[in-house]
């Protein structure tokens, strides 16, 4: 079946280590996003990809970084300067930009929590 | 600050019921989009409705955006327990790529 794969699931990091949670989709779509979720606060946008080898910072870029070599994967790394990384993480993708075209599809998430 | 702000944060219904909930948001947009987010799990897509459209259907979904006002409306009809969930409302905004997400509506349908 298509669809977004995010792993892990739940994944546990020490301070100071970095970390890279996975985002593949096989839906063909250009774009590719990651959000951050917090309690009470809704989605953020984290980075957004619209073409391979592309990427944007959205609101919430620093401490992150990203890499889009191919149009299936779009991995996103939790630097250790990222001052308060425990959060769940949401990969999604678009046949275009969202706004335009329309809904995101989105992976079913990743929960890091830094010990 | 996020684009799209629901109310109420939070609404405890009867199985049968209808559910009600809004977005207000401060830019111009491009559409607007509900979606409903099951206890630790990703995002659902419900619906999309256009910058030029008053109202949309599908199933027992109603949504409504009054641009004016700048606020759209989710409607969800005869309740089950099966939509209990968050609901977010999304703005694709006139800025490339974007889409704001609001803090979302916590829905309980009592059985």
């Known amino acids: 079946d298509g669809g977004i794969t995010q792993s892990p699931k739940y994944l546990f990091r020490k301070e100071g280590q970095n970390v890279t949670l996975s985002c593949e989709q096989n839906?063909?779509?250009?774009?590719m996003y990651w959000y951050r979720q917090d309690p009470g606060q809704g989605l953020r946008l984290i980075y957004y990809s619209q073409i391979v080898n592309d990427f944007q910072k959205g609101d919430i870029a620093e401490g992150y970084s990203v890499s889009r070599e191919k149009k299936e994967s779009f991995p996103l790394t939790v630097t250790s300067a990222q001052k308060n990384p425990t959060a769940f993480y949401l990969c999604?993708?678009?046949?275009?930009?969202?706004?335009?075209?329309?809904?995101?599809?989105f992976g079913e998430g990743s929960r890091l929590t830094v010990l | 600050s996020q684009q799209g702000e629901e109310d109420p944060q939070a609404l405890s219904i009867q199985e049968g019921e209808n559910a009600t909930m809004n977005c207000s948001y401060k830019t111009s947009i491009n559409n607007l989009q509900w979606y409903r987010q099951n206890s630790g799990r990703g995002l659902v897509h419900l619906i999309l409705?256009?910058?030029?459209?008053r109202e949309k259907h599908s199933g027992r979904l109603r949504v409504t955006l009054d641009t004016s006002k700048k606020s759209s409306s989710l409607l969800i009809t005869a309740s089950r327990a099966a939509d209990t969930a968050s609901y977010f409302c999304a703005t694709g905004q006139r800025s490339p790529g974007k889409l704001s997400f609001g803090a979302g509506t916590t829905v309980t349908v009592r059985a």
């Open positions: 999604a993708s678009s046949i275009g930009l969202a706004r335009n075209t329309g809904e995101l599809f």
């Open positions: 839906l063909n779509h250009d774009a």
């Open positions: 409705i256009r910058s030029n459209e």
